[in-house]
T-cell receptor, first 110, second 114 residues
Framework: DAKTTQPNSMESNEEEPVHLPCNHS???????IHWYRQLPSQGPEYVIH???SNVNNRMASLAIAEDRKSSTLILHRATLRDAAVYYC???????????FGQGTTLQVKP | GAGVSQSPSNKVTEKGKDVELRCDPISGHTALYWYRQRLGQGLEFLIY????????KSGLPSDRFSAERTGESVSTLTIQRTQQEDSAVYLC????????????FGQGTRLTVV
């Protein structure tokens, strides 16, 4: 399983953009990069995933480095509800098994 | 139902007793995962079922833990002779087979061993 490195915590102001980085230098060529988040007292929820190209959805954008050794989750306008632990998870194509690391705890200040 | 359902939502048991936790995945999802999350900690992978393949049991912490899945439907996680360190939230998730799709999580079962 590819190892990931994420900051333990980050802070943001409400309605400002947030860039959450993740290093995954041991990722294999066919691993997808998934991002999940866990709000307080809830199960994790899917945010976004990608393989090589940058991806956008209603929740966030995912920017993937050209060498795929890192990626950045972008929340365009943080809200108080975005306060959560964000997990970056390289996922093996042939298994789909999700292994969670420690993630980044995002605090959003009003 | 539309989502992953776990039961019971809360379980208090005495040390040494056996417990069974149930997970009903989303219909049609061939992959099913179990995780453990202790208070203030991250998610620990326990076991992974993928269609008819042999389950990946590499995360089970001891032989007191076991899990079964009936076809592509309900799964049961069994903990025998519970210990206080087994107290945690046990989370189940399901997904369509290929890794490019998202997993959906249940709300978890909070297990307290007294």
């Amino acid at each position: 399983d590819a190892k990931t490195t994420q900051p333990n915590s980050m802070e943001s102001n409400e309605e400002e953009p947030v860039h959450l980085p993740c290093n995954h230098s041991t990722i294999s060529g066919t691993d997808y990069i998934h991002w999940y988040r866990q709000l307080p007292s809830q199960g994790p929820e899917y945010v976004i995933h990608g393989l090589t190209s940058n991806v956008n959805n209603r929740m966030a954008s995912l920017a993937i480095a050209e060498d795929r050794k890192s990626s950045t989750l972008i929340l365009h306008r943080a809200t108080l509800r975005d306060a959560a632990v964000y997990y970056c998870i390289p996922t093996q194509t042939n298994t789909g098994k999700l292994i969670f690391g420690q993630g980044t705890t995002l605090q959003v200040k009003p | 139902g539309a989502g992953v359902s776990q039961s019971p939502s809360n379980k208090v048991t005495e040390k040494g007793k056996d417990v069974e936790l149930r997970c009903d995945p989303i219909s049609g999802h061939t992959a099913l995962y179990w995780y453990r999350q202790r208070l203030g900690q991250g998610l620990e992978f326990l076991i992974y079922f993928q269609g008819n393949s042999a389950p990946d049991k590499s995360g089970l912490p001891s032989d007191r833990f076991s899990a079964e899945r009936t076809g592509e439907s309900v799964s049961t996680l069994t903990i025998q002779r519970t210990q206080q360190e087994d107290s945690a939230v046990y989370l189940c998730a399901s997904s369509i087979q290929v890794s490019s799709t998202e997993a959906f999580f249940g709300q978890g079962t909070r297990l307290t061993v007294v």
